[in-house]
């Protein structure tokens, strides 16, 4: 015979129901998702659009940019050029 001493009851715990000799997992319901509908339809595309006309407009600001940097660079490379001929006339006086 089994006392109430001897007889332990293990309360269960956690979300998944393990503890002590519960070895088995329930796993939590499956949750519908909703059904695609023409409002999301329309805010996919619209989120497109508005991503391909900022595409749009930041690309060739992109590019104007570079090409404006390539340029700086020449005409920095070039007034050395010329500050070095300078120093080295001034140097051969």
């Known amino acids: 015979m089994a006392t109430k001493a001897n007889a332990k009851q293990s309360p269960r715990q956690g979300a998944n129901n393990r503890s002590g000799n519960d070895s088995y997992y329930i796993p939590p319901p499956p949750v519908p998702s909703p059904a695609p509908n ?17 595409f749009a407009l930041i690309l060739p600001i992109i590019g104007f940019m570079y090409l404006d940097i390539l ?10 050029e010329v500050m070095q001929r ?8």
């Open 86 to 93: 300078l120093i080295n006339k001034v140097e051969e006086k």
């Open 71 to 80: 340029e700086a660079k020449k005409e920095t490379k070039r007034q050395q």
């Open 38 to 54: 023409e409002d999301s339809q329309v805010g996919f595309l619209i989120a497109f659009l508005s991503m391909v006309i900022v």
